[in-house]
């Protein structure tokens, strides 16, 4: 039987206490002034979801039968409270329709913006204080970045952004600057970190340590330092004939060296061209250098030209394009010789050991790891003795398995172990190439046999001999630590042969200047793809074009026709076009490439190079018209 308890807290009509929403509430009636009789409920008080009050019994309750007669009766239930004899595992069944009549409050919209930069409440430690009062001026000038990063973004990167051309040029640029700029200094870093967790191009500028093999030691003078260090090929590969090793060579020098020059005085006299074009647009270019870059392109003749505009222009601007004309002209000129000084072949060579102070060397392919005997328990040996590692490696494992299983060391004794042998060595180890094979000599020997090796014609027990490890060259046998540093790489006059690689610091500055040639030449095309007009409207110069330019201002210049400057006297004419003998030089204009009327066709004028495309279609038709 459930003991309702009915408080006067919240008034239900009766209709909402059926599946009305309710949740439990601990919590203590605050005492007010207009009840003051009231008492703080020490039990679960049931209310409406979401309100969670204190509910106040009166002591005054109305009376039960003047709640009937009322026309609105309303019931209120602040708690339901089961009997301590009632089974509370299996809840009522109006628990089910509580959340039924419920009427939710309607959800507002969280402004984020002001809990994160405009706190509602003020806090009320002291700190807080603090932290609170610089943070406006803080968020005034976080929206004030904001603002200008926003305004910039959007007025100026988007606005170069859309004006730039993604024709297929660019991307053709783009892909040239990634495969020949940026990639091979990515593959450089790669290879000459020294290993992870080392920089990257550590060993480009490290000392080079020229080794051959296997040596004992740094060998002796192939550390290579200081200018030496430039040409050392310590990257190299192969052992092949000198005839192929100079094959290779010379393919080398031919298709890498001559192809990546042409591929750079291409790229250069398509960047060079476009930015005279931008130069010519302000100003005009002199009929020497327009000859040499956009006629003949990067060559010696276009340095010295180069050098001479240099004190003749007073243009800034073009006085800064034109030295940097001259350095990247040098570059195409220099590509071929640094192709072929960061490479070539040399002999093959092995290490040699210097077996005293009297430059006696022998092939360290002669010198043998050995065990070396220095005498017995009671007698030391003059001279160390070479006994085969093979041997040691038997006499060694039979007597650990003899005094692991057996006691062998008094009179009489009986026992017997089985040898058991693991890996042991074979006999044609040496210190370039050695091999271990499995011996599978399994036999009973009794516990107190002798396990002998001969020394020089007599035998010793394994158990009776102190000894070391070492080597030996012939019958002499020679400490470990004796032939540190004795190592010389010298060729193999045996068999000689060559190999063919890289020296590491020379090509590390060759791809250093590429990548830097290359950004550089991206950015000067770039400027002037934005910038000159002739070239926005598509002009693209060629060796034809600027022959016929050049024709066109001699033609004006000296008022000669086609076949008198064919065959004028070509001193007077260059003095005429050059600016020689206190002379005018001649000029290149950029009116010569906007078509005006010419002879015979004084009715028609096309400007730009739209007119004349125009032009050449109009020449078609009427081509296919006759």
């Known amino acids: 039987m459930a003991l309702f308890r009915i408080f006067t807290a919240r008034t239900y009509h009766p209709k909402e206490v059926i599946g009305g929403d309710l949740e439990p509430c601990v919590s203590y009636c605050a005492f007010n002034a207009s009840y003051t009789n009231a008492v703080p409920p020490t039990f679960p008080v049931w209310t409406a979801r979401g309100t969670c009050t204190a509910a106040c019994r009166k002591t005054d309750m109305m009376d039960e039968e003047e709640k009937k007669n009322d026309k609105n009766t309303t019931i209120t239930v602040l708690s339901i409270s089961p009997t301590l004899t009632e089974d509370r595992s299996t809840p009522p069944p109006y628990r ?5 009549d419920s009427v939710p409050s309607p959800g507002k919209k ?23 009062t610089p943070s406006k001026p803080t968020t005034k000038a976080t929206d004030k970045g904001f603002k200008a990063g926003y305004t910039c973004s959007r ?28 990639l091979p200094m990515v593959l450089l870093g790669v290879f000459t970190s020294g290993g992870p967790g080392y920089s990257p191009y550590q060993q480009v500028f490290s000392d080079k340590i020229m080794g051959c093999g296997q040596s004992l030691g740094s060998p002796q003078n192939a550390t290579a ?13 192969g052992r092949y004939s000198f005839a192929a090793v100079k094959t290779i060579d010379v393919i080398w020098d031919l298709f890498i060296g001559r192809g990546f020059q ?12 476009d930015a005279l074009l931008l130069v010519i647009e ?3 270019a002199s009929f020497r250098i327009f000859q040499r870059i956009a006629l003949e392109g990067p ?6 030209t180069l050098t001479k505009e240099l004190f003749t222009r007073n243009d800034t601007r073009t006085k800064f394009l034109f030295s940097y004309m001259f350095v990247a002209t040098l570059y195409v000129l220099m590509v071929p010789i640094f192709l072929g ?18 430059n006696n060397i022998v092939p360290a392919s002669l010198i043998k790891p050995s065990w070396v005997a220095l005498g017995t328990k009671n007698e030391t040996f003059k001279h160390p003795a070479c006994v085969d590692w093979s041997v040691v490696d038997k006499a060694r494992q039979m007597d650990t398995a003899r005094f692991g299983r057996c006691i062998y060391d008094f009179p009489g004794n009986m026992q017997t172990f089985t040898y058991d042998p693991y890996w042991s060595d074979s006999y044609d180890q040496t210190l370039e190439s050695g091999s271990r094979q499995r011996n599978s000599n399994h036999a009973e020997r009794p516990g107190n046999a002798s396990m002998d090796i001969e020394i020089n014609g007599q035998k010793y027990d394994y158990a009776t001999l102190k000894s070391e490890s070492g080597y030996c060259y012939g019958d002499v046998a020679y400490d470990y630590t004796y032939f540190e540093d004795r190592t010389r790489c010298l060729p193999d006059t045996a068999n000689p042969s060559y190999k063919w690689g890289f020296a590491t610091m020379m090509s590390g500055l060759f791809i250093f200047l590429t990548f830097g040639w290359c950004t550089s030449l991206y950015i000067v095309w770039q400027h002037a793809q934005c910038k000159s007009t002739l070239v926005q409207t598509g002009y693209t110069m060629t060796p034809l074009r600027a022959a016929f330019a050049m024709a066109k201002a001699a033609k004006k210049k000296t008022g000669l026709a086609e076949q008198q400057l064919i065959r004028a006297y070509t001193e007077d004419l260059e003095n005429e076009l050059y600016g020689r003998a206190g002379l005018v030089a001649t000029s290149i204009e950029y009116g010569l490439f906007v078509e005006e009327p010419g002879v015979g066709d004084a009715d028609q004028m096309y400007h730009g190079v739209r007119g004349v495309r125009a032009r050449h279609v109009r020449g078609e038709v009427d081509v296919e018209a006759k």
Do not use: E, H
């Open 341 to 358: 000084a960061m490479t070539g072949y040399d002999s093959t060579n092995i290490p040699w050991i210097n077996l005293d102070d009297s």
């Open 262 to 273: 042409i591929c750079a005085s291409w790229a250069a006299y398509k960047a060079f061209c």
């Open 96 to 100: 089910g329709t509580w959340d039924n």
């Open 282 to 284: 302000r100003q005009p």
């Open 225 to 237: 330092s200081g200018i030496q260090k430039l040409f050392v090929l310590d990257v190299t590969f």
């Open 110 to 132: 969280r402004n984020w913006g002001a809990v994160f930069w405009k706190p509602k409440s003020r806090w009320i430690w002291a700190r807080g204080d603090g932290w609170n």
């Open 155 to 182: 007025d100026t990167i988007w606005a170069a952004f859309k004006k730039f051309r993604s024709s297929r040029g660019q991307c053709f640029a783009l892909a040239l600057l990634a495969v020949f700029g940026l």
């Open 299 to 304: 060559s010696l003749d276009s340095l010295w």
